[in-house]
């Protein structure tokens, strides 16, 4: 028998779902109605509001969007792009494989927005001056800042959320998710190149002077305050290092972060002001709502009930690993993968006294991370490239993008899924 409560707190999340989905308003206005209704109507009790508030998760992200808001004026990550080109001299195909490398490693320990924002304009800069498609340069692009994401607990909001509710380390993640990202950024780019050989190419007679147009950048020129780069690219360093031993030094990765914050302002001498208000506040805003609406489903044992559900027809860990990583695929490519993933972590737990968790972690994070690829609403970076790239006259239709993202997705979710079935359930 269903509960008021429970009609209540199923009513409210789909009625923020449908909200976040119409984008008839901003996502973190209908996540803040929707927990304040939750609050209101007292289905989650204040003093239960810590229980379900993850502050690991919006600490983290906090923290390392005010390290790159300081490191931003810097020039750090136009230095990067600018090298990146001059390696590849000029050949069309060195820049499909080495801008998605940069972007994907750059994605691994900054959010995939922050990356495609930095990154785009002189990813937009270098085709013109090759005059060449950018189209299947971007959408590499995207692709890749989606699939490094994956590869590190620090990489994806998702992956953050998962770390934090399961207790999995940066280099679990790193262990378990890195060789998939690795196998599937090269699938990706072969894809690309199959999709768009025939446009992959500068005008014939022109190739040294585009060679001699990408030499004549200068990194250093994109450098704007060397002291400061010197500092940021220090403590980038050190807090990426402390990642890696955060378990060995007893410390959550959202201290680390806080901490490298702190550190780079001090150090840096960034006005405070400065470097807050650039930090993403309606997205940290969107997650504690969020939180607090998924949270009311497990206050009131909707979730349990859902998880009795599924364990009806998943009765292994190889049929759940395939289940739970195809159908976040699929869901978070129409859907934001954030509130999807919030859904998802309790309905894990609540499947852990029949089933071992573990695989699942790793099916969720695949999912939801690589579905985003299918389409061009699928994540928020998709979003961001596509309107920037709108802006500089380069149009990307929903059709351009589904014909090759939801292949893509198909092809990385598959070869992700089998590698975890492979290692966690065995041929």
Same mark, same amino acid.
């Given at each position: 028998m269903i509960s008021s409560q429970e009609i209540m707190a199923l009513s409210v999340f789909v009625g923020v779902y449908? %909200?976040?989905?119409?984008?008839?308003?901003?996502?973190?206005?209908?996540?803040?109605?929707?927990?304040?209704l939750i609050l209101i109507l007292n289905i989650v009790p204040w003093e239960q509001v810590p229980k379900y508030l993850d502050l690991n998760t919006i600490l983290l992200l906090a923290g390392m969007m005010t390290v790159v808001n300081i490191a931003r004026d810097s020039g750090l990550?136009?230095?990067?792009?600018?090298?990146?080109?001059?390696?590849?001299?000029?050949?069309?195909?060195?820049?499909? %494989?080495?801008?998605?490398?940069?972007?994907?490693?750059?994605?691994?320990?900054?959010?995939?927005?922050?990356?495609?924002?930095? %990154?785009?304009?002189?990813?937009?800069?270098?085709?013109?001056?090759?005059?060449?498609?950018?189209?299947?340069?971007?959408?590499?692009?995207?692709?890749?800042?989606?699939?490094?994401?994956?590869?590190?607990?620090?990489g994806d909001p998702p992956n953050i959320m998962i770390g934090s509710a399961a207790g999995l380390s940066f280099n679990k993640f790193l262990v378990n998710m890195a060789p998939i990202a690795f196998l599937d950024l090269f699938v990706t780019v072969g894809i690309i190149y199959l999709a768009y050989r025939g446009t992959i190419g500068s005008h014939k007679g022109r190739s040294e002077a585009i060679r001699l147009s990408i030499m004549s950048l200068r990194g250093e020129e994109a450098i704007k305050d060397r002291t400061l780069f010197r500092k940021s690219v220090v403590m980038i360093t050190a807090i990426i290092v402390a990642f890696f031993f955060h378990d060995r030094l007893g410390l959550?990765?959202?201290?680390i972060a806080l901490s490298g914050a702190s550190l780079l302002l001090l150090w840096s001498?960034?006005?405070?002001?400065?470097?807050?208000?650039?930090?993403?506040?309606?997205?940290l805003f969107f997650f504690g709502g969020l939180f607090i609406v998924v949270g009311s489903l497990v206050e009131t044992g909707a979730i349990d009930q859902l998880a009795d559900w599924m364990l009806g027809y998943v009765h292994t860990e190889g049929e759940a690993v395939l289940l739970i990583s195809w159908f976040s695929a699929f869901s978070s490519a129409v859907v934001d993968n954030i509130p999807f993933t919030a859904t998802m972590i309790p309905l894990i737990k609540a499947m852990g006294g029949n089933l071992s968790t573990y695989p699942l972690w790793w099916a969720l994070s695949l999912g939801a991370c690589l579905g985003g690829n299918g389409t061009a609403i699928g994540a928020s970076a998709?979003?961001?490239?596509?309107?920037?790239?709108?802006?500089?006259?380069?149009?990307?239709?929903?059709?351009?993008?589904?014909?090759?993202?939801?292949?893509?997705m198909l092809a990385t979710v598959g070869v992700g899924s089998a590698l975890i079935w492979v290692r966690y359930v065995g041929l």
């Open positions: 449908a %909200l976040i989905m119409s984008e008839r308003i901003h996502r973190t206005v209908a996540a803040m109605i929707g927990a304040s990550f136009e230095y990067i792009a600018i090298k990146t080109a001059r390696l590849s001299k000029g050949n069309p195909m060195k820049v499909l %494989l080495l801008f998605p490398i940069i972007t994907a490693l750059v994605s691994a320990v900054l959010d995939n927005v922050t990356t495609v924002l930095l %990154l785009t304009p002189m990813l937009i800069y270098i085709t013109r001056q090759m005059d060449i498609n950018p189209l299947p340069f971007l959408l590499a692009e995207v692709f890749a800042s989606n699939i490094g994401g994956t590869a590190t607990l620090i959550q990765p959202a201290v001498g960034t006005s405070p002001e400065y470097a807050l208000e650039k930090v993403e506040w309606a997205t998709n979003v961001v490239v596509v309107g920037m790239a709108y802006r500089e006259g380069i149009r990307i239709t929903f059709g351009d993008f589904l014909k090759v993202g939801m292949l893509i």
